[in-house]
Each structure stands twice: as structure tokens, then as C-alpha cells.
């Protein structure tokens, strides 16, 4: 005997499969917009937006975020393309744009996302100390000689070379970055608190006094003489970073 199919289910899963096109049409619309408003927000390129979108639309047609709060799974999108696109931001930076959530969730969801769509440390790029002191120095208002030295400090901090070893080695770049700032800062004679760096860049100001310590002993090394002959750094340096 032939099995036919009961009258009005084909249409009926016509109609299912419809609804489910446009439910999930509904989400991503949405989900675009938000993501296209934080990257608007934080003054990202265009690439960074369409990147964003990108790991939305795969990690949505998974369904693995169907539990997760989705300004977070937005906020952690946007962190995740600023990495692959070079132009980092650090949770501190990206959480303000991010309502009902914080930094711990979208770090908690940043990890799920890279886990689920198997994204490799070296598929995020490389970050540096010199991807955020210029952005940070502009923040900060230093004026152009100090800020010209901010980034030849970090290009010598960070070295390419992975075999030159220094003592702050370990260290996250945004912590050597904000160590750098106030270094060479305190070398171009620019009052600049320990507390002002954290406020503004999000590093704990125990961890820029502990990476200060380290690099102080390096000032030499690290500072261009035209902004402070090494003859002159041991008075101009603090003793223990403020």
C-alpha cells in the first residue's frame, strides 16, 4: 500500500520551516544592530563590525548561545573581531557599551565562543603593549614629545625578537602598556598618578607598581635619550611608582 502524506501537514511544515526562517531572520537583524551600535560606540572600523557579525552568525547557527545573555554574546562578538582585525580592546574597554552585562560575562562568553567555533590563540592575533599605548596616550593627554616616546618605550619593552628576555616577560601587554605610559611619563617630567593610569586603562594599580618595578631598573635601556638623557633618569624616575 502506498503511505500517503495527511492532508495540510506538508503545508503545515511549510509553514514551520517559515517561521523558523524568519524568527531566526528576527534575531540576527537584531543582533546586528546592537553589534553595529557598539562598534560605533567604541570607533571601530567597518571590518571589525563585519567580523563581529561573521562570529555572531556562526555561533547563532550552532545554537550555542541559546542560554547566554545576549548583550554579552554581542559585547564578546565585538571583543573577539577586534582581536582577529588587529585593533584590540580590552573587557574594560568594551564592557561600557555593553548594558546588563559585565566584563566577567562577556570574558565568560568570549571563551564559549572561541571554544565552540575551536578559534586558536594564534587565529586572535598577536597583542602587544604598543597596540594600546597610543590609543591610551591620546586618552590620557600627553602631550607629543611624551607621546612619541610612549611608543618607542613599548617597541623596546615588546621586543619582536622573543629570544631578548625581560623581566616582565610574563606580563599581559595592557600591564606592560600601562607600565610604559607611567615610566615614561615620570621621564618627560609629566605628573601622572598610578590611580589616573588604572582609571583610565583598567589595569590594577598593584599590578602597575609591581611591572614599574620592573622595568625601572631597564629605564636606560627603554627611554630615548632625546626625551631624557640616561644621566638624568635616576632623578627623574621614581623610586616606587605613586
Known sequence: SKIGVAPGAYAAGLARTHQMQSDANRTLKKAFMAIQTMCERLSLPETVKD???????????????????????????????????GVPRTFKEVTPVATDTNKVEIWRVFKAITQKLDIKQNQMGVVNAKDFVERWSNLLNLPPNVHKAVKEVAEVACPSDTSIHRPWHNRVPQSIAASVLYLTAAAGRQTLSVDEISRYTGVAAGTIRDTYDEMRPSAADLVPTWLRPAAELEAALPSKAL
Open 51 to 85: 567580523r563581529a557579525e561573521e562570529v555572531y552568525r556562526d555561533i547563532y547557527e550552532l545554537g550555542a548561545i541559546k542560554n547566554r545573555n545576549p548583550t554579552a554574546v554581542y559585547a564578546a562578538c565585538v571583543f573577539l573581531a577586534c582581536r582577529q582585525e
